[in-house]
């Protein structure tokens, strides 16, 4: 894919930009999927809601939607493991890494720094990708731990 000139400096400006690393993970109708995400922020407090920016040729998009539950896991800064391999095509594989559990039926990783668990209440295709807005239904705070950070194309432990 060529990229014109706004888009090359847009990609630069992104790789500069350092982020929280979370795995987004999901269940419906049986089938688990979770993938490595930089795209989530907080939406609001009032009620607390997140947002999810996920490409539409993602594995998981076919498992998320309206009504449905997904979970934010902000990785911590000695799951660089888990990141990478829910970040390929090794799907059978992503769930074998570290310690996951359930709350109900939404997949997490109990290792993780946090977990923010929510319902999909509004979604927004744009172009590549669709932004997901989810009302948070519970938190999982472990305390001790510092997050994971990529820049540059790597991720800062």
Same mark, same amino acid.
């Given at each position: ?7 090359? =400096? ?15 993970? +999901? ?9 490595? +995400? ?7 407090? =009032? #009620? ?16 998320? @939607?309206? @009504?449905?539950?997904?979970? $934010?896991? $902000? ?5 660089? =493991?888990? +990141?990478?391999?829910?970040?390929? *095509? !090794?799907? !059978?594989?992503?769930?074998?890494? @570290?310690?996951?559990?359930?709350? *109900?039926?939404?997949?997490? *990783?109990? =290792? ?12 927004? !295709?744009?172009?590549?990708?669709? $932004?997901?807005? @989810? ?11 510092? #997050? ?10």
């Amino acid at each position: 894919m060529a990229f014109n000139s706004l888009q090359s =400096d847009f990609l630069e400006a992104m790789r500069n930009y350092t982020s929280t690393v979370a795995v987004l993970s +999901a269940e419906h109708n049986g089938v688990k999927q979770a993938m490595t +995400a930089t795209s989530v922020a907080s939406l609001s407090l =009032d #009620p607390p809601s997140m947002i999810i920016s996920v490409n539409q040729e993602a594995s998981i998009y076919n498992i998320l @939607g309206k @009504g449905r539950n997904f979970c $934010v896991n $902000v990785l911590s800064s000695n799951q660089v =493991d888990l +990141a990478e391999v829910c970040s390929k *095509n !090794e799907e !059978e594989s992503r769930f074998e890494v @570290g310690s996951w559990s359930a709350f *109900n039926n939404i997949p997490y *990783n109990s =290792d993780s720094l946090i977990n923010i668990f929510c319902l999909c209440f509004d979604l927004s !295709e744009q172009t590549t990708h669709t $932004v997901f807005f @989810g009302e948070v239904i519970k938190i999982i705070n472990s305390k001790g731990s510092t #997050p994971l950070l990529y820049r540059e194309g790597r991720y800062i432990e």
